[in-house]
């Protein structure tokens, strides 16, 4: 029972490579705790145009591979690259789908209308490529819609293959939110034979849906908290898939991401301007005022500097936000530094702040790493006001930075953050319920008020905050448990 599992990871991101969001930060991590934990793992992703292919040694690999989609043979090429971590990365290269700017959209947010095209290929290539380099996965760990259809793709397909005809699939759903919902036209091209346009499987409304066909096909289903999996079983998070899910029984489950402390941990962080840890906290200070001059804000230790790092996307609640800023900025002694991009109204609004509260507001409209890392280490507090959260980072890296988390209590969020308590001084951060702007002003204000009138609350929670350890290594085994739980349901299918 304890043997080495073959695993192929499927994914449209991949941190160092292609990042958007999360996602690409799991699947950059999670395959080297694989790795520690024994097992072989292989990532197979789009060759995009923005990989910078000489500065990651990205080198050819195979040339041509002939991929079969439901009425056209698609001919593409693969590269590949050998992580520090010993994980191969494979990439597939395919200048129709993806040598352009952007991974799913244009510069306006625009999605490229051959989307479902174009990972319907993915998924497909990515089980060819197994097929040619004859790597006989156990298991085929697909994230998101835009590689769930390889669940389908393997039981429609190649269930007898003689490379693929063992492997089970697992299908990781970092967001409901969004599920490739596509007009039915491409679905000749996708190629899942028409008898599987229906209801229960591929079709919504007369439309496919990539993530419903994927949470039919796949033998394990999880998302990436335990909470979240609670909220989608019910309607008001689901977006339609409740049913589905609740058809899962104990099939569907939720496994909180881990953080790749390589990279997110301000003892060793080699892009903030000072470095530290909980029992020296100078380096801290030193970030907070680097933060200040770089936003142009008063550079003043005293005042509590709240730190935004975010997709500007209806999910994160930021337009909740945006309806009281500004009382905030009027009421409370507080600065605040804001990063994010996506909705257009949303970035007018926060890149427009600075100007009418110059010293008090900065912020930076646009994706920038180094910037996130310099906003998570400089500030005191770190606002997350999602309306809902599949598991959320950013909270989890301001733990880690000594940024105390003020989040709803929703998903992710409220499995990582614990409550503070005034009369005792336990927590980690400051939760609310109501997605509302006012509960955000009180949360705010609540978080402000403890940092002037009870200062050794906020030392404690900061000590405390940074000592929690969200660590990949135990998500991996759950993964792995999850891995032997969707070989078991193959078996008996
Ligand atoms: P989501 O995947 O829903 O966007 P997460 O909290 O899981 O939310 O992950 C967000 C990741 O993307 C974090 O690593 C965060 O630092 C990063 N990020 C989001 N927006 C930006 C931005 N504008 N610039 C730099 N990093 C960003
Ligand atoms: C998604 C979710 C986020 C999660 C990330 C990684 O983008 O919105 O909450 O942390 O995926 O799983």
Redesign the pocket.
């Known amino acids: 029972m304890n043997e080495a599992l073959n695993i192929v990871m499927l994914s449209s991101e991949c941190v160092p490579y292609a990042?958007?969001?999360?996602?690409a930060?799991v699947v950059g991590a999670l395959p080297k705790a694989l790795k520690a934990l024994g097992h072989n793992v292989i990532v197979i992703m789009p060759l995009y145009r923005s990989i910078a292919y000489e500065k990651h040694d990205l080198s050819p690999f195979l040339s041509p591979m002939g991929v079969w989609m439901g009425n056209a043979e698609e001919w593409c090429s693969v590269h590949t690259v050998v992580g520090d971590d010993d994980v191969p990365v494979y990439f597939i290269e395919f200048a129709k789908y993806f040598d352009r700017d952007g991974l799913y959209h244009d510069a306006d947010f625009n999605d490229f209308l051959d989307n479902p095209r174009r990972f319907a290929f993915l998924s497909r290539a990515g089980l060819q490529l197994c097929k040619d380099i004859e790597f006989h996965p156990d298991i085929v760990h697909v994230h998101d819609w835009q590689t769930a259809l390889a669940t389908a793709y393997l039981k429609i397909w190649h269930w007898d293959d003689p490379v693929l005809g063992d492997a089970a699939s697992v299908l990781t759903i970092?967001?409901i939110g969004y599920q490739g919902v596509y007009d039915a036209r491409d679905y000749d091209y996708v190629g899942l034979q028409s008898g599987n346009f229906t209801p229960d499987k591929l079709e919504d409304h007369g439309r496919m849906n990539f993530l419903k066909g994927g949470i039919h096909y796949a033998d394990m289903v999880n998302t990436v908290s335990p909470t979240y999996a609670d909220e989608t079983r019910t309607p008001a998070f689901a977006h339609g898939l409740a049913p589905y899910l609740n058809d899962k029984g104990d099939n569907y489950l939720g496994i909180l991401?881990g953080v790749d402390y390589s990279t997110w941990n301000p003892a060793t962080d080699a892009l903030i301007p000072a470095r530290y840890t909980r029992d020296d906290l100078g380096g801290k200070a030193l970030c907070k005022a680097a933060l200040q001059r770089r936003f142009l804000l008063d550079v003043d230790p005293t005042i509590p500097v709240v730190g935004v790092?975010?997709?500007l996307a209806a999910?994160?609640g930021l337009d909740l936000l945006a309806q009281v800023i500004e009382s905030i900025m009027q009421n409370m002694r507080v600065q605040f530094v804001l990063?994010?991009?996506g909705d257009k109204g949303l970035e007018a609004y926060f890149g427009g702040l600075p100007e009418r509260y110059p010293g008090r507001i900065g912020s930076y409209v646009?994706?920038?790493?180094a910037?996130?890392h310099w906003i998570e280490a400089g500030s005191d507090f770190f606002v997350m006001p999602s309306l809902y959260?599949?598991?959320?980072?950013?909270?989890i890296?301001s733990l880690k930075y000594g940024t105390l988390p003020i989040v709803r209590a929703t998903g992710g969020l409220d499995d990582t953050v614990a409550q503070y308590d005034e009369a005792t001084g336990q927590g980690t951060g400051f939760k609310f319920w109501e997605p509302s702007p006012h509960a955000i002003y009180y949360a705010v204000g609540w978080a402000v008020s403890t940092y002037y009138d009870r200062p050794h609350h906020i030392a404690q929670m900061i000590r405390r905050a940074m000592a929690q350890n969200f660590s990949w290594e135990e998500s991996a085994r759950a993964y792995v448990a999850v891995y032997r739980k969707a070989l078991r349901n193959k078996a008996t299918l």
């Open positions: 990042k958007t969001g999360g996602l930060d970092h967001n991401n790092v975010s997709r999910q994160k990063l994010g991009s646009g994706y920038n790493n910037l996130a959260e599949p598991c959320g980072l950013n909270q890296y």
